[in-house]
C-alpha cells in the first residue's frame, strides 16, 4: 500500500494543473487517469491547436447556479497567468476574434508544458477505480484494479459525460453522490439542436450554409457563424445559446444582426422598383437561403408588386425567425457538460466540499461551465490552481 499526501483523479486539465501547484508545493502527489493517455480532451481541443484561454475572461462568461462561485478562483488564477506560464514554455500562439487564444503549433504542447510543471507527481494511466473510501477524519483509500492507495487528499478532476469517446464518464458524480453531495442535473452544453421532421422538411437542401447571426433566449445573446446541417442547426451562435437552451424554449434566430430589412427593402422597392426580391435578399445572404426565406413568405415576385405587409413578413423571417428544437445532438458530442457537483456543497476559496474535510472537486465535474472560446479551460486552469494552493 502508497500513502500519498494528494492524490488526484483525472489527468486533463484540471487535474494536471492541480498536480503541478501541489507537486511544486513539496506535496507527495499521486494522479490516476482511467484512459491510456493524460489531456485527451487538450490534445483535441480547437481543431488540435488548443485553444487554451481567453483574453477577456470574467465571471460572466460562465454558467452557473451560483454564479458567484467562480469569481475567487478566476481572480487568483487569471488568463493573464496562464499566458505568462504558456510564454515561459515558449510556446508559440495567437489571438482570433472574440481574444480567443490557440497555439500556432499543436496542442500537444499545452499537455508536455502541463507535464513538464508537474514533473515529480506519480502519474498512472489505464488505472480503473474500483472503490473509494474515507477511513478516518483526513485519510482516503482508494482501490485500483491493481493496488491499494491512500491519501490525506483526494481531488476529483474527472470531467463531466460530453464526449465519452474521449474517456470522460460519470465517475465524478457518483463519488460526490457517495459521501452526500447534491448534484446540478448534468446536461450537454455547446451542442448542436435537433428539430423535429417537419421543421427539417423546411430546410431541405440548406445543409452547408453558414451565415453570421445573432440568436437569443430570452435576455442571453450571442452574435457569430450559424450553420444549417442535415440535423438541425449548428455553428458557434447555435453551440452558445444551446447552453441555456431547455426543451420547449424557442429560440430567435436574426440573420442579418446589422440590417433593419423591412427599411431596406422599403429604400430598395424606391431605388430599384424591377428588381425581384430575392435578387434583393440574395445580395445580403447566400442564394438558396434567400430563395427559401422568400418562398416561405411568398414574397418573390417584383419589388414594385410586393405590398409593404409582404415584405413586413419577410423582414421578420429574417430578423426575428422563431425556432423551436426538439433536442440536441446530446452528450456524445457536446463539447461541455452543464451542471456537476452542486457548488453550494464546496468551498469557492479551496474547492473543498464543506462537509467532507479533505475531498475536493474541480474542473468540468463541478456545475461551472464556459462559453465557447477557452472559457472551460481558464476555469479548469483557475480551479486546478486554487485547488493545489491548499491540497
Known amino acids: 500500500m502508497d500513502h500519498f499526501d494528494v492524490i488526484v483523479i483525472g489527468a486533463g486539465a484540471a487535474g494536471l494543473m492541480c498536480a503541478a501547484k501541489a507537486q511544486q508545493r513539496g506535496r507527495k502527489v499521486l494522479v490516476l487517469e482511467q484512459g491510456a493517455e493524460v489531456g485527451?480532451?487538450?490534445?483535441?481541443?480547437?481543431?488540435?491547436?488548443?485553444?487554451?484561454?481567453?483574453?477577456y475572461t470574467s465571471p460572466e462568461n460562465f454558467i452557473s447556479a451560483n454564479p458567484r462561485f467562480p469569481v475567487s478562483a478566476l481572480a487568483r488564477f487569471t488568463q493573464d497567468d496562464f499566458i505568462a506560464l504558456v510564454d515561459e514554455h515558449e510556446?508559440?500562439?495567437?489571438?482570433?476574434?472574440?481574444?480567443?487564444?490557440?497555439c500556432l503549433g499543436p496542442a500537444k504542447q499545452i499537455i508536455?508544458?502541463?507535464?513538464?510543471?508537474?514533473?515529480?507527481?506519480?502519474?498512472?494511466?489505464?488505472?480503473?477505480?474500483?472503490?473509494v473510501v474515507?477511513?478516518?477524519?483526513?485519510?482516503?483509500?482508494?482501490?485500483?484494479?491493481?493496488?491499494?492507495?491512500?491519501?490525506?487528499?483526494?481531488?476529483?478532476?474527472?470531467?463531466?459525460?460530453s464526449i465519452p469517446k474521449m474517456g470522460s464518464s460519470t465517475f465524478g458524480y457518483k463519488v460526490a453522490q457517495q459521501f452526500g453531495l447534491k448534484?446540478?442535473?448534468?446536461?450537454?452544453?455547446?451542442?448542436?439542436?435537433?428539430?423535429?421532421?417537419?421543421?427539417?422538411?423546411?430546410?431541405?437542401?440548406?445543409?452547408?450554409?453558414?451565415?453570421?447571426?445573432?440568436?437569443?433566449l430570452g435576455k442571453i445573446?450571442?452574435?457569430?457563424?450559424?450553420?444549417f446541417t442535415h440535423r438541425g442547426l449548428s455553428g458557434p451562435a447555435i453551440l452558445q445559446i444551446s447552453s441555456y437552451w431547455s426543451h420547449g424554449d424557442t429560440i430567435t434566430v436574426d440573420l442579418l444582426p446589422d440590417i433593419n430589412l423591412f427599411n431596406y427593402l422599403k429604400e430598395a422597392k424606391q431605388r430599384q422598383p424591377k428588381k425581384d426580391v430575392v435578387t434583393i435578399l440574395g445580395s445580403l445572404l447566400p442564394a438558396r437561403l434567400a430563395q427559401r426565406m422568400t418562398s416561405w413568405t411568398e414574397s418573390?415576385?417584383?419589388?414594385?408588386e410586393t405590398s409593404n405587409k409582404t415584405l413586413r413578413r419577410l423582414?421578420?423571417?429574417?430578423?426575428?425567425?422563431?425556432?423551436?428544437?426538439?433536442?440536441?445532438?446530446?452528450?456524445?458530442?457536446?463539447?461541455?457538460?452543464?451542471g456537476g457537483v452542486d457548488t453550494l456543497e464546496l468551498s469557492s476559496q479551496t474547492m473543498e466540499a464543506s462537509v467532507i474535510p479533505g475531498l475536493y472537486f474541480i474542473g468540468e465535474c463541478v456545475d461551472v461551465t464556459g462559453h465557447l472560446g477557452g472559457f472551460n479551460f481558464q476555469w479548469a486552469w483557475a480551479s486546478g490552481y486554487a485547488c493545489g494552493e491548499v491540497v
Request: hydrophobic share 40%.
Open 40 to 55: 485527451r480532451k487538450i490534445f483535441i481541443s480547437g481543431g488540435g491547436r488548443c485553444n487554451f484561454t481567453n483574453r
Open 91 to 102: 510556446i508559440q500562439w495567437h489571438e482570433r476574434k472574440f481574444g480567443q487564444l490557440f
Open 112 to 131: 508536455d508544458m502541463l507535464l513538464a510543471e508537474a514533473k515529480g507527481a506519480d502519474i498512472r494511466t489505464a488505472v480503473g477505480i474500483k472503490k
Open 134 to 161: 474515507k477511513e478516518d477524519k483526513r485519510k482516503f483509500s482508494l482501490e485500483t484494479e491493481r493496488c491499494l492507495f491512500t491519501s490525506d487528499a483526494l481531488v476529483v478532476a474527472t470531467g463531466g459525460p
Open 183 to 216: 448534484l446540478i442535473e448534468p446536461r450537454a452544453g455547446l451542442v448542436p439542436l435537433t428539430f423535429d421532421n417537419k421543421f427539417m422538411a423546411r430546410l431541405e437542401g440548406l445543409s452547408g450554409i453558414s451565415v453570421n447571426a445573432k440568436v437569443a
Open 221 to 227: 445573446r450571442f452574435t457569430d457563424a450559424l450553420l
Open 300 to 304: 418573390n415576385g417584383r419589388l414594385a
Open 315 to 338: 423582414a421578420g423571417q429574417i430578423n426575428r425567425w422563431q425556432v423551436t428544437p426538439d433536442g440536441s445532438r446530446g452528450m456524445p458530442i457536446a463539447e461541455v457538460t452543464v
